[in-house]
């Protein structure tokens, strides 16, 4: 199968009086999108039958995130040629900030460990997640191939995985969820398997610690490393892990930057082009079927024909202000996010452009985040520990401050009309920062100026002043933390019972009795850090089918087009199944959009 034609060639017209209405992109929205791109040679309602053709393909995908690279590494193992085409400058998008959780049920990883996950297990527990919100079509094909991509992978690329033992699932109790977890991550890759390539990997969202190697599953216990004798000795295995890979001239990568770097290094050897500072500008389209990509490549127009499928793994648009403020609930914006800077919704949008219905675009992967001056920070153990409170405007407490993350966010948007949690605040004391981590930041020692010039941290020696720095009422504040010890002490959160579930206790104290996520503030000084809804990214997008096929808002198909990832709406609905739930949908479809092409190619 051909890989490509001359960039330079141009597409034919179909008769000598120009090209027809069939080779148009789907009227003049296309053409207002690309004279909106300002590329060089588009006018007014362009017709992309003009545009220089950059390659012809088997398939085209957009975006080199988890879902992008996982469909184009199906494809090319299926006999295809394709081409990844990335609006960034570096390639892995918002994967490879993560921490790369990939929640699979019944995954090869977890089942040679012993993990006593079986089918009906997991159809039950996803069932339970997600509800009527998602089709149990789409349900099942994401548990049916979701260990069959994770094989594929670890045969077709450098990529091996760990299973993240402990990492409970985010609702346990419910029908089949397993306390122990089902999540796994990458293992430790050599970047060195990259060669100059390595160069292009987007940056991870927080650095790991020099000299370290860490895994996404010791963050619990680096957390702990002053305080526990296990902690301590994670550190040091950390630590050994990264002077073994000095020695051997290793650059040891971890977490989301391992799969990326595992993705791209099997897109190498399958000789598949991954083509950066490449933006979508729009879909192109014969007849109503989807033919290929309009992109734009060294500042000019140009397209990219697809004989089979364009898939869409272009991210969310957690970036663009306008498609915030239009489908989710206010506060929004886009300062709060930690996904990928080019995620602004572009694959989204020309999916709507082509007919796309489109779902859940008022929901996202959010947790609470404090929007530090150099960039929000994800709160996930900081909240946990035992010591720590969120509180509203009033001072009152309003949640279980150890739920799984998106359920804090949820909860403080349904509040915030009626009793303001925008922003909240995680109140906590000396004691509580001599004991542990907080973001980087080693127990004990200062938090940077910054942070206090900005706003998102406060310090106070009484608890009256402390109500006074962050405007809110200091005998509320007072009242509410003298409950909160009492039920501290006692172990038993009656208010809203924080250590109830398995997932409460994943980041606590196992030293703090009776309850490790328990534990009352009087030492001071006190701290108040601002609390608001952060994000992962967005959860909304394209209607996809259990083949990843993109839908009209009938229900029929768009011929052509698939989406996976966070350009489609997600397979678990408004909810959060455990850790990985972004990624490991997002590798599965993408898996299972190449595999249908390939069949349908091949029929």
Sequence with gaps: MSTSADPARRIESISAAGPSRRRVLGGTGAGLALAAAGLPGVGGPADAADL???????????????????????????????????????????????GAGIWIPNNPVILAAGVPDTPAKAAAYLAAVVGPDVSADRQRAFLGRGPAMISFVMANSPLRFRWMEGYSDYYPELSGGLPNGRSIE???????????????????????????????????????????????AVAAECLARGTKAALLGQKPLTMGQSLAAGLRAGLLAAQVPVWLNTPLTDLYREDGTVTGAVVARGGSAGLVRARHGVVVGSGGFEHNAAMRDQYQRRPIGTAWTVGAKENTGDGIRAGERAGAALDLMDDAWWGPAIPLPEQPYFCLAERTLPGGLLVN????????????????VHTMYERNPTAPDIPAWLIVDQNYR??????????????????????????????????????????????????FNSVALSGDDTDFRRGDSTYDHYYSDPAIVPNSCLAPLWLAPYYAFKIVPGDLGTKGGMRTDARARVLR???????????????????????????????????????????????????
């Design 52 to 98: 220089p053709l950059l390659g012809t393909y088997d398939v085209v995908v957009i975006g080199s995130g988890a879902a992008g690279m996982t469909a184009a590494l199906t494809a090319a193992k299926q006999g295809l040629s394709c081409v990844v085409v990335e609006k960034a400058a570096t390639f892995g998008g918002s994967a490879a900030r993560s």
């Design 186 to 232: 990458p293992d430790q890759l050599d970047g060195n398997i990259l060669g100059a390539e390595l160069a292009h990997l987007n940056p991870s969202y927080m650095a790991v610690p020099a000299g370290m190697v860490v895994f996404s599953a010791d963050y619990r216990w680096l957390t702990l490393s002053a305080v526990s004798v296990k902690g301590l």
């Design 393 to 408: 405007a009033a001072g009152a407490r309003f949640v279980n401050e150890a739920a799984p993350y998106s359920d804090v």
């Design 434 to 483: 001599n004991r542990y981590l907080f973001k980087d930041i080693a127990p004990t020692l200062a938090f940077p100026g910054s942070w206090y010039d900005s706003g998102a941290a406060h310090k106070a020696w009484t608890l009256d002043a402390l109500a006074g720095r962050i405007g809110m009422p200091a005998a509320a504040l007072r009242a509410t933390v003298n409950r």
């Design 553 to 603: 808002a009938d229900g029929s198909v768009i011929p052509g087009l698939y989406a996976a990832g966070n350009a489609s709406a997600a397979v678990m609905g408004h909810s959060y199944a455990g850790a990985g739930s972004t990624i490991g949908p997002a590798m599965t479809f993408g898996y299972i959009a190449a595999l249908d092409i390939a069949a349908a190619a091949g029929s």
